[in-house]
């Protein structure tokens, strides 16, 4: 596996089509022509936050290329992620500082910055995560108004339906113009740098199903069930009567029409159901990156439910995205890009906090494994393949030229984040203790 401390990844080339690069120089010179007032700003304003991040680096560096032409060489102190970055106008640190980085994505998008590899520099500050603090985190008025946003999103039963048809509902026809045949979409689990993209999904689902130990005639319970590759690899694998739950109406569809499960509808069923509402008793449970558009509000009501599912001796198989647990009450305590633009409502997992829950429902932790590497494979293929259909024209004409800048930026921005490790991935087993 390409797990923590495979070099691997590291060993895959940047990523940067023609038309990613004929893009990121429009967004340049149009911020040169857009810069306005900001020429007249003194930099002796945005001296303090320049000099605070390089005393915060502590591994890794920053070229920063100075709207007036100089260039200033931020941490270097160990080694670790070298990135470069241009600043077409002192907007884009002004947006920094007080929006965090919202404010930084409104600025590589009005053309404020550039960089000929934001992955870098966004794993360099996953990697400084800590040191950081709040250098590169909203403030003031912007964070208390992203705050105020991110409490209208929470996942009661209607926000969550809410929320998730915002994603998820784009559109089968946009995730099946760049995602692997199998439509799976959390992260692989490659066994080699240039293995195929299904491949490496296929070996993640059956990671996770084979923690479940299923047998046939076990009832099994899907809370999120995505496209139904889990749903139709457990039902190859195994007679077993099957339940999905989803709050996406283009998924529903999408998974009611594999084959596998149309051939098994008399054991097999997709819900437009909400975890909370469901009743009966099950061997088994499968959570695949559903739990981080739960909220931590609702982290107990989520455990809870799976306990009160789970017969006893039963198991669930998660896999959760979870954030440093040292930057986590930073992260708590302001909406970010991820909130704001893609997913409304998502919150990454404190593993700490969501285990301690977990025991206080009565489960037991169990064989908890990380790859934050291979997620950051996972979606540098994504990008590769967004990267693509846009080229050929494969996305739906829906989708302006804003959208697929932002899309490649989110894909850039986890990236970096797992890269970096201030994000990881895992896959733990939750068991309900026999009675």
């Known amino acids: 596996m390409l797990g923590a401390g495979s070099p691997h990844y590291a060993a895959m080339t940047v990523h940067s089509p023609p038309a990613g690069r004929q893009r990121a120089l429009l967004r340049k010179s149009s911020a040169h022509m857009q810069r306005g007032l900001w020429k007249l700003v003194p930099e002796r304003l945005f001296l303090p936050l320049i000099d605070r991040i390089d005393e915060r680096l502590l591994t890794g560096s920053l070229e920063l290329h100075l709207p007036d032409g100089t260039v200033r060489l931020l941490g270097a102190n160990e080694p670790g992620f070298s990135a470069i970055v241009h600043l077409a106008s002192w907007r884009a640190l002004a947006r920094l500082a007080t929006s965090g980085s919202t404010g930084w994505y409104r600025a590589w998008a009005s053309g404020d910055w550039s960089s000929p590899d934001p992955v870098a520099l966004f794993a360099l500050f996953a990697a400084n995560a800590r040191s950081l603090g709040d250098s590169a985190r909203s403030s003031g008025l912007p964070r208390l108004i992203g705050k105020l946003k991110l409490h209208r999103r929470r996942n009661n039963r209607h926000g969550a339906r809410r929320n998730i048809a915002e994603h998820y509902d784009l559109g089968n026809d946009f995730y099946t113009s760049w995602l692997d045949p199998s439509l799976t979409y959390s992260s692989a689990r490659p ?139 930073a992260y708590a305590a302001r909406a970010d890009f991820i909130q704001r633009y893609i997913f409304p409502g998502g919150f990454l997992l404190s593993e700490r906090r969501f285990r301690d829950i977990a025991e206080q429902a009565g489960l037991e932790w169990r064989d908890q494994q990380r790859f934050g590497l291979d997620y950051a494979w996972t979606l540098r293929k994504w990008r590769e393949q967004f990267d693509a259909a846009v080229e050929a024209g494969h996305l739906p004409q829906r989708f302006d030229e804003h959208f697929v800048d932002l899309w490649r930026y989110y894909l850039m921005y986890c990236e970096g984040g797992f890269a970096g490790r201030g994000i990881d991935v895992s896959q733990v087993t939750l068991v309900k203790p026999a009675a």
């Not at 299904?198 to 009832?219: C, F, H, S, V, Y």
């Not at 190859?236 to 084959?259: D, F, K, M, N």
């Not at 975890?275 to 981080?292: L, N, T």
């Open 191 to 329: 066994a080699y740098p240039n293995e195929p993209l299904e491949q490496a999904q296929m070996r993640k689902i059956d990671d996770l199903l084979d923690r479940l130990d299923l047998k046939p005639g076990d009832r099994l319970l899907e809370i999120g069930c995505g496209w139904g590759s889990l749903a139709q690899r457990a039902l190859e694998r195994a007679p077993i009567a099957y339940t999905g739950l989803t709050l996406s109406h283009e998924q529903r569809e999408h998974v009611l029409a594999r084959p596998t499960i149309q051939a098994t509808l008399g054991e097999a069923e997709v819900l437009l159901q909400d975890y909370r509402d469901v009743q009966g008793a099950f061997d088994a449970i499968a959570s695949v990156e559903m739990v981080e558009a739960v909220g931590q509000q609702y982290w107990p009501v989520y455990l809870e439910s799976i306990a009160r599912l789970l017969r006893p001796g039963g198991k669930a198989a998660i896999q959760f995205i979870s954030i440093d647990d040292e930057i986590f009450p």
